[in-house]
């Protein structure tokens, strides 16, 4: 029997150091970021189809996020378009993710996905883990990062489900705020979901 965490949190909570000490534990971690990004990569299974939407996106045979985004801002219809062809190609990644696994016994796994509550991907879960840290934590974490603003670090807030909410809807919460105690929590529920 695998056991499916789902794993998520709003952006600068810690999500990524989360799931980087479930690896560093030998958890097998499924990334959407990094599923997404090997179908922009040269060869990968998104180009084609995106570049028959947008054939300036493509760029050195792999998709360029920059173009994406200028034709999202030029056309209303064009997030939905590129969503149409990129879901399925990383739920089938995902499912394949899932389904290697439980053929091999493995007692745990992790899906790491920023939009897991907002997508319905929890539904695929057994538990659903948030990683969640205070405001001012978080806003100096995002703030910190090149190139971001005020106006954007907002507009991906917007995007996201009110961090409280998330913590309503989790099974396990940790908070990152300390990388010590947020290894040590992780050891904990490791421990905790593979015992028996």
């Known amino acids: 029997m695998t056991f499916v965490l789902g794993l ?8 990524s ?20 990004h090997a179908l922009y990569a040269p060869g990968g299974a ?33 997030l939905k378009q590129i969503e149409t062809v990129v ?3 990383v739920a089938r990644d995902r499912e394949q993710f899932i389904a290697l696994h439980r053929a091999e016994k493995t007692p745990l796994l ?10 319905g991907a929890d539904r695929l879960c057994d538990a659903v883990l948030v990683v969640s840290a ?13 190139g971001m603003t005020e ?12 961090d409280a909410r998330k913590r309503a809807l989790a099974d396990h919460l940790i908070i990152t705020e300390s990388l010590e105690q947020t290894a040590r929590d992780v050891k904990a529920l490791i421990s905790k979901l593979t015992a028996g």
């Open 87 to 89: 879901h399925p190609l």
């Open 110 to 119: 992790v899906l790491d996905v920023p939009l897991l509550l907002e997508s």
């Open 151 to 162: 106006a954007h670090f907002n507009a991906l807030l917007a995007k996201q489900m009110p």
């Open 46 to 78: 998104a180009v084609a189809p995106l570049g028959a939407l947008c054939p300036a996106a493509v760029v050195d045979g792999g998709i360029e996020r920059a173009a994406l985004k200028d034709w999202i801002a030029r056309d209303p219809s064009a």
């Open 8 to 15: 998520t949190g709003s952006i600068g909570m810690g999500k």
């Open 17 to 36: 150091t989360t799931s980087g000490f479930f690896r560093e534990a030998g958890i097998p971690v499924w990334d959407a970021d990094a599923a997404v």
């Open 134 to 146: 205070d405001p001012a934590v978080q806003r100096s974490r995002v703030m910190a990062r090149p």
